[in-house]
């Protein structure tokens, strides 16, 4: 194959005939002969003149060689006694009795450029002649081939050559392309300078390249011979497209996005799914595009219908059509305000409120008597009773409508008169608002209002200036009247005033029983309703009983409570008169403790076996966690300390039992057993009972090159000191390259623990996970951790050693391998303040040696058909081409960077090994660590070249997609699995008796039922009733 670039050298090069010289035999004669014409007539000229003159002939000036011993000619007109050539200054030979005419003298140099000249001593003086320059060049250029990379498979006929060749003193150097063995092309190449030639008409197989470059002193060196393939028989295409979402409402947005080869032609249709003449939409239509994958917003999203979206699809002598769906429905909500329990003759006002769809809505009410209001607001009238149904719609500026059915069941009614009246004057009062059930109305001039009611009793209350509220029950039979007195509000009774009298506050009480003491101070009967509780701020108090106390009756009241456990208790009194007048006491606290007698073991061991069974449940309730909250709990090791917590207890529990059968004094049993207890009672009180996940975040991130440059300057300072051996731009630029060896995923969590004895603790724990390549053995991880997260190192809690490296504080923890670190703080830190902890990988910085230049050994970096000996000057000679061509692409990062990728595996093998790690966590079940190392995918994606990137786009959709599917699904089976947990524990405690733990734990679950989505409340609907119903008996049979 031979080819013939259009590029030609000009000037500066030199035949290789002459190694001395670099001229011809032709061309030496011709000069020769120029120069005796030229000598005999300057001799002629001259030859009046006193002084001498001396000729240089060869090398001519600015000539290159590649010889280090020459010989230089030169023309005297006189004959000399002696001549010397100085070269650069300096005498290098001497020849004696010079005769007029052609000389010649040999002299050596070394490498490098030179001036010389020849002095000669005649007998008229000394002569000397002007300077020239030579350059002795010694070594050959050398060439470094860029693409196509070695062993490359390129898809078209073209093909680029591109490659630079380096050389130490030429500024061109005359090169040959080299094809399959034969030249291609000859190119003159700037030195240091990147060339691609581009070839259009390679054959498919397998083809070899190489280049030989020689420079002007004639030095010759070839490339390494690389080989690549051609294939242009093209592979089946792919096409797809994927929607954003397959169903909206109307006004969100989506995109449509369609992926094919570079090349292929592409139009995408999308219209209504239903039968007859719709109107279509073309989103897009392209041809021979080479911009895939193509993003589009979907249209038709302002208008609800269903929809069908074809792509029809060209590349070379393929067609295929592609098909998707999505719905678009109208997000038009309608509220609708009118009375629940309507009536005949009065009217119905109907009032609907909507929201959602895009534009001006329009409202209109089709009224069951036939009427339409166009009309946010109707009202109709209802002769008789019955049920009646009317229809609201709503229709927003792109036509979407939607509408409800109102139903309304309207009752009989009957005519009531209120008369209201002054209790001490009987006077009738004017504007008196008096409301009944939903109906309002004020009191005309005789102080009478007309109402129609339905049947029953109803609940009434009037208001009227220098008037008590009166608040009281009507019982409507039948058209009737009413009076009602309103009190005078100098008459005004004040409130019950209620004192508690037993047991006082913060008192001690021993035994599962006491009474509550209270006394009433008011002039009228009241009725006093007693209330208690475990925990002072939860709102939540249980109902024990009623006690009616009568007119000034100040007499202590007491009401027996029993059951008591051995924990803290608050109560309180509420006490109401016939007149709405309510009095409440202070709330006080009482501490239940030990019986003053264990000499029963029964009653002990019965207690501890009650507390153990709790706390079993507190395990089971830790296994049964959604994974987020379960791993803060274990790598907490707060299950560990229920474990502690239950040993102690069943060892009392073995040992009192025990002492039931001893022979020792009834004393000294007696002291052992409360001993025993005691020893339970405190693990029983210092262990965790609940744990509350409060927040939490998960992050992948890189330390700042600034950042890390400081950090590495700070460590320095304080783990060496003044050490001049330390270079420290060295060792940061050394790190910074490490950096590029882990991934670091950081899990945060902020967590409330609640310990049986009422204490309470927030904890802000910190979980890394390091995932390595190839570091060194003495590897850390050093963390600057700022002064708001910690004031000083004191405060960070690990079961993994670690260095403190500054007290401010900057701490180390040791690397091997991949790796996770867990520490914590015992206080509520902010998610984003702890994302300002600069975290770093590390090793010895006061070590050097090549092999940990780079961050990562070097020592088994091979290239094939390179001996060892010749590995760090190849190395030398690919930076060097990197450097230069990085200079002239991007920068020297860039190069370095290539060298960097040439060890690691390539990206799309990268990226596929990264989706595979995401099925493998997600079928573990760790979605967080599936999220991080799928933004580390994404990032990996985004730098791949068009061709690269389709070959694995589906696969970066289709792991989106499982990912999203998977945390949907996962959140509901948490959701459900945690409140089903919770209802199991509640049964369990409801068939101990142990009533405090049954409505603690009855509080949680009303929270968690309201957060689950309806499909999930009716999962465990019927269940929760039943655990109220339950709940309720306890509470009922407590009272009696």
């Known amino acids: 194959m031979r080819r013939t670039s259009s590029m030609k050298r000009s000037g500066g090069m030199k035949s290789p005939s002459s190694p001395m010289t670099g001229r011809s035999p032709a061309a030496i004669f011709m000069l020769a002969t120029a120069a005796i014409l030229i000598t005999i007539l300057t001799m002629i000229i001259t030859s009046a003149q006193a002084s001498a003159i001396i000729d240089l002939v060869s090398p001519e000036d600015g000539m290159h060689t590649n010889q280090s011993t020459n010989t230089f000619e030169y023309y005297l007109n006189f004959n000399a006694t002696q001549c010397t050539i100085k070269i650069d200054g300096t005498s290098a030979n001497t020849t004696q009795s010079n005769n007029a005419g052609f000389n010649t003298i040999s002299a050596s140099a070394a490498m490098g450029e030179h001036q010389w000249k020849v002095s000669c001593a005649g007998s008229n003086g000394t002569e000397e002649s002007e300077e020239n320059q030579l350059t002795i060049d010694l070594v050959g250029p050398s060439i470094v081939l860029f693409t196509p990379q070695d062993g490359a498979t390129l898809t078209t006929r073209k093909a680029s050559l591109s490659f630079v060749a380096l050389d130490n003193f030429a500024e061109l150097l005359g090169c040959s392309i080299n094809i399959d063995g034969e030249e291609a092309y000859t190119v003159e190449a700037n030195n240091s300078e990147p060339m691609t030639m581009t070839t259009y008409d390679f054959p498919d197989g397998t083809h070899t390249w190489n280049v030989g470059c020689s420079d002007m002193a004639q030095n010759y060196r070839m490339s390494d011979t690389r080989s690549f393939k051609t294939n242009t028989t093209?592979?089946?295409?792919?096409?797809?497209?994927?929607?954003?979402?397959?169903?909206?409402?109307?006004?969100?947005?989506?995109?449509?996005?369609?992926?094919?080869?570079?090349?292929?032609?592409?139009?995408?249709?999308?219209?209504?799914?239903?039968?007859?003449?719709?109107?279509?939409s073309v989103p897009i239509d392209v041809h021979n595009s080479t911009s895939f994958p193509i993003q589009q917003g979907l249209p038709f999203l302002y208008n609800a219908n269903k929809y069908i979206v074809e792509a029809y699809f060209t590349y070379a002598n393929y067609t295929e059509t592609k098909t998707a769906r999505y719905n678009v429905s109208s997000n038009i909500a309608i509220n609708v305000d009118y009375p629940d329990k309507p009536r005949k003759n009065e009217p119905v006002m109907l009032e609907a409120n909507a929201g959602g769809g895009y534009g001006t809505l329009n409202y209109k009410w089709i009224l069951s008597n036939g009427n339409v209001v166009e009309n946010r607001k109707a009202n109709i009238t209802y002769a008789s009773a019955g049920n009646y149904t009317n229809i609201i719609i709503v229709t927003d500026a792109y036509n979407n409508s939607v509408n409800r059915s109102i139903s309304l069941d309207v009752s009989d009614s009957y005519k009531i008169k209120v008369i209201v009246k002054d209790e001490e004057t009987q006077a009738k009062i004017w504007k008196a608002t008096v409301e009944v059930d939903d109906q309002e109305k004020d009191t005309d001039t005789n102080g009478e209002v007309e109402l129609f009611l339905r049947k029953g009793k109803r609940d009434i209350s009037i208001l009227a200036e220098n008037y008590s509220l009166y608040a009281g029950e009507l019982n409507v039979t039948n058209d009737e009247t009413f009076t009602i007195l309103l009190m005078p509000m100098q008459l005004v009774r004040t409130e019950p005033q209620v004192t508690l009298t037993y047991p006082d506050n913060n008192a001690k009480i021993m035994g599962d029983s006491s009474e509550l003491g209270f006394k009433v101070d008011h002039k009228y009967k009241t009725n006093c309703s007693i209330y208690i509780s475990e925990e002072l701020n939860s709102g939540f108090f249980i109902h024990l009983g009623d006690k009616e106390v009568a007119a000034n009756d100040n007499g202590e009241k007491r009401i027996q409570v029993i059951e008591l456990e051995n924990m803290t208790y608050y109560w309180k009194v509420e006490c109401s008169d016939d007149k709405g007048k309510t009095g409440s006491s202070e709330t006080r606290k009482f501490d239940v403790g030990l019986k003053t007698s264990l000499s029963k073991a029964g009653n002990e061991i019965q207690l501890l076996s009650s507390r153990v069974k709790e706390y079993e449940l507190l395990l089971s309730d830790i296994a049964n966690m959604p994974p987020d909250l379960k791993e803060g709990v274990t790598r907490l090791g707060l299950g560990k300390q229920i474990e502690d917590a239950i040993k102690v207890m069943k060892d009392a529990i073995r040992d009192i039992d025990g002492l039931s059968r001893s022979n020792q004094p009834a004393d000294q049993i007696e002291s052992s057993k409360r001993s025993l207890f005691e020893k339970a009672e405190s693990a029983y009180q210092k262990a965790p009972v609940d744990i509350t996940l409060l927040g939490s975040d998960s992050f992948v991130d890189y330390i700042e090159s600034a950042d890390l440059e400081g950090l590495v300057n700070e460590v320095i300072k304080l783990e060496y000191g003044e050490n001049e051996s330390i270079n420290a731009k060295q060792a940061f630029s050394r790190i910074e390259e490490l950096q590029q060896e882990a991934v670091i995923s950081t899990k945060t969590k902020n967590l409330r623990v609640s310990f049986r004895d009422g204490a309470q603790k927030d904890i802000t724990l910190v979980i890394r996970d390091i995932k390595t390549y190839n570091i060194t053995s003495d590897a850390t991880l050093v963390e600057a951790i700022p002064k708001e997260v910690a004031a000083s190192a004191g405060e960070i809690k690990s079961a993994a050693a670690f260095k403190v490296i500054k007290d401010d504080p900057i701490i180390s923890f040791p690397l091997s391998k991949d790796a996770t670190i867990t520490y914590y703080f015992e206080k509520h830190i902010s998610p984003e303040s702890l994302r300002d902890i600069r975290i770093a990988v590390f090793t010895g910085l006061d070590r050097l040696e090549p092999e940990y230049v780079t961050g990562f050994s070097i020592s088994d970096f091979a290239i094939p058909g390179i001996k060892k000996g010749w590995l760090i000057p190849t190395i030398v000679i690919i930076l060097a081409g990197l450097v230069v061509f990085a200079t002239k692409y991007?920068?020297?990062?860039?190069?370095?960077?290539?060298?960097?990728?040439?060890?690691?595996?390539?990206?799309?093998?990268?990226?596929?090994?990264?989706?595979?790690?995401?099925?493998?966590?997600?079928?573990?079940?760790?979605?967080?660590?599936?999220?991080?190392?799928?933004?580390?995918?994404?990032?990996?994606?985004?730098?791949?070249?068009?061709?690269?990137?389709?070959?694995?786009?589906?696969?970066?959709?289709?792991?989106?997609?499982?990912?999203?599917?998977?945390?949907?699904?996962?959140?509901?089976?948490?959701?459900?699995?945690?409140?089903?947990?919770?209802?199991?524990?509640?049964?369990?405690?409801?068939?101990?008796?142990?009533?405090?733990?049954?409505?603690?734990?009855?509080?949680?679950?009303?929270?968690?039922?309201?957060s689950l989505e309806d499909n999930e409340k009716d999962v465990v609907h019927a269940r929760i009733v039943d655990i109220g119903n339950k709940i309720q008996v306890m509470i009922d049979s407590n009272k009696a």
């Open 234 to 280: 093209p592979a089946a295409p792919t096409f797809s497209i994927s929607l954003s979402r397959t169903a909206f409402y109307t006004g969100e947005q989506g995109q449509i996005t369609v992926a094919a080869p570079e090349g292929s032609s592409a139009r995408v249709e999308v219209c209504p799914d239903t039968s007859g003449f719709v109107e279509c």
């Open 890 to 1010: 991007e920068g020297v990062k860039a190069a370095k960077y290539a060298l960097y990728l040439a060890k690691r595996k390539n990206t799309v093998h990268y990226i596929n090994v990264i989706l595979s790690d995401i099925a493998d966590n997600l079928q573990a079940g760790n979605v967080q660590k599936a999220i991080s190392l799928y933004d580390e995918a994404k990032s990996a994606y985004i730098d791949l070249p068009s061709i690269a990137k389709n070959d694995v786009y589906e696969k970066i959709m289709d792991t989106a997609n499982r990912i999203e599917n998977y945390q949907e699904t996962l959140a509901k089976d948490d959701r459900l699995k945690s409140i089903t947990a919770r209802l199991q524990r509640t049964e369990q405690m409801i068939s101990t008796q142990q009533i405090g733990i049954v409505i603690h734990d009855y509080k949680q679950i009303e929270e968690m039922y309201h």
